[in-house]
Structure formats: C-alpha cells, structure tokens
T-cell receptor, first 111, second 113 residues
C-alpha cells in the first residue's frame, strides 16, 4: 500500500502558486519524499525529491515539515501545461528501489 | 539524448493470445522497471531488473506474466494467454546506478478483446 495521503483533486488559477499537500506520517528515517507528475497520455515525470531540508529546482519547491510527517509541493507560477496528476511518494534513496504509486492529486489549472 | 522508448505504442490482441512488449532503456542505465496502469487507476509495479542481480518479480500478477532483460539493455515483457483484465498501459522506466530518479517511457497501450 502507498504510504502517502493526498487530496484527490485540486484546482488553481493560471499564474498563481499551486500548493499540493501530502501526508506521510509513517515515513522512516531513511526514506525520502519524491514527487512525480503524469500529464495525460504520457509516462510519469520526475519533479523533485528531498529528505528533510527544503529543496528547489527549476520546476518546483518542496517544503518538508520538521517532523517529516508531511510535505508540500509548490509550483510557483502555474501554467495550463501543469495540469496533471501529481504523485507524492516515499522511498529509500536508491537507484534500485521500486516506486509504489498512490492515487495522486489531479491538479487542474484554470485560465 | 534519447529517452526510454517502448514498442509498440498500441497493441490490440484477442483473448488467449500471447503478446510481447519491448522496452529500450536509456543507454547506460543499469536499472529497468515495468509498471502498468489500468484505465483510471494508479501505476502498479510489476518487475524490476538491476544489473546482473536476480530480478524483483514481486509485482507480477500471475504466472502468465514474465519478463527478461537481455545483455543488460533491452527488456521484453511477455503476457501469455491474455485476458481482458490485462488491458492497460504498460510503462517502462530506467535509472542509472548513480541516480535515484526513474525516467519513464511513453508506454504501450494493450487492449485485449
């Protein structure tokens, strides 16, 4: 079973920041938080990952609470192309580690 | 550079027939994964290969499913005696030994009639 809980769906206005929450209260000390997204009819795409510090890259920011039991993915300026299903995943930091996907959050960006 | 490629992109087959799905990972990637996604569902892990180690087959739903990876590169997922519930998009991903990110292919949409 997936170890994360996400809202089923969210929407956001174009140009605004999209904040996607994720609960992972049973995360282990050696597990990282990863985010992927899946645009319709495409394979999943890696976004970002982190352990305990906040992370930022060209796509998004990841804010992890101090107790690591929850996190938020932030898309700073959402565009229509960001409409997708966003998956929050916890897994060990390894190149040989399968991903257990949950049901994700369907993010809709409205013009 | 080239990403993960899969073929065919679409496959329609009759119930009871065998099918083979192919995955070409990113060159140099040592790990290769197969997932499937049924209509409106999330992604389900099937199997993964890591270098020369024995594959993790824990996600294969039945003994009708098998996969092999020849020469540490191309992989083939075989489904024998297909059933209608096998209809799904089959996704392949690969990752390098120095990277934890998995790069996904576009998938093969399998329809069993």
């Amino acid at each position: 079973d997936a170890k994360t809980t996400q809202p089923t769906s969210m929407d956001c206005a174009e140009g605004r920041a999209a904040n996607l929450p994720c609960n992972h209260s049973t995360i282990s000390g050696n597990e990282y938080v990863y985010w992927y997204r899946q645009i319709h009819s495409q394979g999943p795409q890696y976004i970002i990952h982190g352990l305990k510090n906040n992370e930022t890259n060209e796509m998004a920011s990841l804010i992890i609470t101090e107790d690591r039991k929850s996190s938020t993915l932030i898309l700073p300026h959402a565009t229509l192309r960001d409409t997708a299903v966003y998956y929050c995943i916890v897994r060990v930091y390894s190149s040989a580690s399968k991903i257990i996907f949950g049901s994700g959050t369907r993010l809709s960006i409205r013009p | 550079g080239a990403g993960v490629s899969q073929s065919p992109s679409n496959k329609v087959t009759e119930k009871g027939k065998d099918v083979e799905l192919r995955c070409d990972p990113i060159s140099g990637h040592t790990a290769l994964y197969w997932y499937r996604q049924s209509l409106g569902q999330g992604l389900e892990f099937l199997i993964y290969f890591q270098g020369n180690s024995a594959p993790d087959k824990s996600g294969l739903p039945s003994d009708r499913f098998s996969a092999e990876r020849t020469g540490g590169s191309v992989s083939t997922l075989t489904i024998q005696r297909t059933q209608q519930e096998d209809s799904a998009v089959y996704l392949c991903a690969s990752s390098s030994s120095s990277d934890t990110e998995q790069y996904f292919g576009p998938g093969t949409r399998l329809t069993v009639t």
